[in-house]
């Protein structure tokens, strides 16, 4: 069994965090788990249950056959407990798995904050620009941006903290400059998948980053995750959990808190005719994925004087829809354009 033991808020000097002690009594693992944020965000953190704390060890707690046992878990969370191992299951070739709780909780929060995540990414930027424009109702016009450390930069902690941080100043500068407020959340969470069939980030994106919103669902009215692909791809696939994220998300939403996943309609060439002709984008785009690349394949990527290195694959399909698109040369303060003809 899977013990997530009561959770704890702690404040520090600048930040606070919500965590528990999570037991893996199969694997003898025992560890304590946390989701951080600065310390002005440390109301909305969410101690009254576990919901966070039980998605971030699901599939470890599935692909090892355990149930998850917690004192407390919402109304909401445990009405589609079932359909989500279910949906996950059939995923991964596993079965079901049980939760065993003490309590089933009723939260009825007032959050009014509309979020999504700002890498600077094609994917972030399209979703930032349509939900900051004037079509765009005023219901779904962003108030938040945010930036999460949640496994993606890797599963151990200690090797995330450097690449995060650069991303973090990075967003933090465009949050200053578009007047919004930053939201970050650490975590150690990508330290519980250790199990070969859960251990790229990919195949536990969608739950990853659902379990950190979930921590802040007072502050957190609306979340879009920007999509990576288009809905009619959708399909049950174990590689990747954007292919059925859109089902996903509507297990993960509660009366709280509503998760989107914003720009499902659009694909990639799409989303850069959004941002082709924005000031924001020619100042702010950032694709690259050399430092992850470097570490984690041992790959040799270098920026040189330019902040995407424009060699890697992420920058090299970006480079080549914007020199289709005809504006290459509008992004020369982001690109080495002269190392994308060479390769070209």
Known sequence: MVVISPLKIEYGEDRCSLSSVIKDEKNEIEKDVFF??????????????????????????????????????????????????????????????????????????????????????????????????????????????????????????????????????????????????????????????????????????TLCLSSAILVLQKLFKIYFISSSGTVDNMKLCRYDQYYYECSLVQLLSNNNTSIYVAEANLDRVQKTKILMNSDLAKKYLYVCAADIYNEKLGTHYQKADKPNCSECIKCTRTLLTLDVLGVLNDFADRFDIDKYKRLK
């Not at 991964?92 to 009723?106: K, M």
Request: glycine share 6%.
């Open 36 to 205: 951080s944020v600065e310390k002005e965000y440390g109301c909305y953190l969410v101690p009254e249950v576990a919901d966070s704390f039980v998605l971030a060890s699901l599939l470890p707690a599935l692909v090892t056959r355990q149930a998850i046992k917690v004192e407390a878990i919402s109304d909401h969370f445990y009405y589609h407990f079932k359909t989500l191992v279910y949906l996950l299951g059939k995923c991964f070739g596993y079965p079901p798995i049980e939760i065993v709780y003490n309590r089933i909780v009723h939260l009825g929060f007032t959050p009014q904050s509309v979020a999504t995540g700002f890498s600077g990414g094609v994917d972030s930027f399209a979703t930032y620009l349509n939900h900051s424009s004037a079509e765009c109702p005023e219901e779904f016009k962003i108030t938040h941006l945010t930036l999460f450390n949640v496994g993606s930069y890797g599963n151990n902690y200690a090797t995330t903290v450097s690449s995060f941080m650069k991303d973090a100043a990075r967003a933090k500068e465009f949050a200053e400059t578009v007047n919004l407020p930053l939201v970050i959340i650490d975590s150690n969470i990508g330290e519980l998948y250790t199990h070969k069939d859960i251990y790229h980030y990919s195949l536990r994106s």
